[in-house]
């Protein structure tokens, strides 16, 4: 029988500067971390040759990165993951003025792209993108089916739609589970836990415990991987789940606050409690 695969994808972006700006790790060794942390994969925001013969060596699958609102470079950009090793790629796509119908056509020619050279685009629900607000992404998803008959594959990172509406825990649920058929065709995930008030909230105290804050969120990513395996059950299709925290510099994490890849990899190890449990 075949079964859905979880595959946890550390972020670079969050190992930027660790573990000191001055002290950074290499690319083949924050590639070698994350492997001893127990991910699958590496998601490069920073192309680089290497990357397919450190994928290699370390064991680690590929994701790519591409954000862009140029429809000309689409070719280039594509070609330029591919050639890093990347085949599930995802893309922030134009910014937070592009209308619909715009970024209608945009996708429709990624995807087109993607599918000539054999690689899987996804389009990021993200903010300063054409899809910043839970209007903008279900239209475009909306549209692209319309047009095409099919579902629109997408990177999902709901922190970006929390802070825009400004939810609280008791209705992350109900208020971001809205298209359960688009959270089960995609395959990436951003799972950077998040409140009403904040894109990302710290996972651990500094002292080693879980904060109150992702205890309030873990509920809601249980919520989405059931989701998810409700539509894919007996498949062998993958699921890629970045805890994609992001570093200080940036402002996704705060100085006072504990690092964001020491705390990426206590969040990948509640993650895979989530998994195993629904997968019983």
Known sequence: MKK???????????????????KELSLDEKMAAAKKAGFDGFAFYIPDPLLPSLGKKHGLQICGYIGSGNVKEFPKLLQLNKDCGAHHINVQMADEDTLTPEALGMAILLLQEGKRIGVEPAIEVHRDTCTETPEKAYALAEAYQKVTGELLPMTWDFSHLSVVKHLNPTNYIEKL?????????????????????????????????LTNEVKDWLPFAEAVLKCWLEGNQNTDREIFVCPELGPVPGGYNLSSL?????????LRLEIEKIWTKLNV
Not at 4 to 22: N, V
Not at 184 to 199: I, K, V, Y
Not at 258 to 266: F, G, K, L, R, T
């Open 4 to 22: 859905p695969r979880l595959r946890h994808i550390a972020a670079q972006w969050t190992m930027l500067g660790y573990p000191s700006p001055e």
């Open 177 to 209: 589970i809205l298209r359960p058929d688009l959270i089960q065709r995609a395959q990436q995930f951003h799972f950077r836990p998040f409140n009403g008030h904040h894109a990302q909230v710290p996972v651990t105290d500094g002292r080693g415990n």
């Open 258 to 266: 504990p690092n964001s890849w020491e705390d990426a990899q206590v």
